[in-house]
């Protein structure tokens, strides 16, 4: 590993630095890409070690910012995000830090930053997710249709399956379900099933649950839309 592997954009912003420093940068910096799935607090370490290094630099504490959110650790990711926003001027990872404010039991906040005009101007994708906090920060505070409500967007309605398909059915299959609204939940969960193609998430089981079907595992199944 050279740290020729991180992307572009990122290297750009280590341009700033020293080669030999840079280099040793993006080193961690794909180490922590590489380990944030599997081993989030290693993936920690090693943002920590580029933190060291480069802490004016924006990717360098985004990198810290999103490890220490898969790691749970709210507050450490609330402040680095914060400061590659400032530090980049990009308004990226609204979502993330709504997500955090819930993980410290402040779901209010999470609904400031989702009503915020910078939530207004998110991508497609970005925006989704937010919903997907939105709708949790309402069931956080007791208020399960209200989270039904955030997550019916005409994306629900979309034909041709997006990169967010499968993670929008199925939170608004989970937040049908903790409405008691069992027979609608189960259909999205069928329908996030079957938008899953990379297994991500258990929609396949939460709907036999609900149905009251055994999976049954074959060596000639293709995907959870088998069930």
Known sequence: MTGDELDRAAKSELKTLPKDLATDVARHLVMAGRLIDDDAELAYQH???ARRRAARVGVVREACGLAAYHS?????ALSELRAARRLSGQEAYLAIMADAERGLG????ALDLARSDEAKRLPAAEAIEMRIVESGARRDLGQQSAAVLALQVPELKDERLRPWSARLFYAYADALAD??????????FARAAAADR????D???RYAELEGLDIIADENDEGPEDV
């Open 47 to 49: 943002t920590l070690a």
């Open 72 to 76: 749970g650790l709210w507050s450490v």
């Open 106 to 109: 402040r779901p209010e906040r």
């Open 179 to 188: 409405a008691d609204r069992e027979s609608e939940a189960a259909d999205w």
């Open 198 to 201: 990379d297994g991500e998430t």
């Open 203 to 205: 929609a396949a089981e």
